[in-house]
């Protein structure tokens, strides 16, 4: 029986302080991709980013709708979120 992959959903904070959030199965990985420019196209000119948030969700599915109902939410509910993983 194949395993399926770990998702995570991240929100990784800026270089102009603005969050970014996004989803991968190595989130290491991916915040190095966007420190060297070939992540997302929003995060290239906003760098160095920082790694602010992880959750581990399970499968691509469950990641993908975890990450847009985090998208929803607003800065200070973003903010709020960051913090209770402290």
């Known amino acids: 029986m194949k395993t ?8 990784v904070e800026c270089q102009d302080h603005t969050l970014y959030t996004g ?3 190595n989130v290491s990985q991916r915040i190095a991709q966007h420190n ?3 992540g997302a196209k929003y995060t290239r ?6 790694l ?9 599915s469950q990641a993908l709708k ?4 985090i998208k929803q ?3 200070k509910q973003k903010l ?6 402290s």
Not at 4 to 11: A, E, G, K, N, T
Not at 52 to 60: D, I, L, M, P, T
Not at 66 to 69: D, S, V
Not at 80 to 85: E, G, M, R, T, V
């Open 66 to 69: 975890r990450e847009w109902a």
């Open 23 to 25: 989803m991968a199965r």
């Open 36 to 38: 060297a420019g070939t």
């Open 73 to 75: 939410l607003s800065r």
């Open 52 to 60: 602010r948030y992880q959750e581990v969700v399970g499968s691509r």
């Open 45 to 50: 000119a906003r760098r160095p980013v920082v």
């Open 4 to 11: 399926s992959p770990q998702y995570s959903v991240y929100i």
């Open 80 to 85: 709020k979120l960051i913090q209770s993983q």
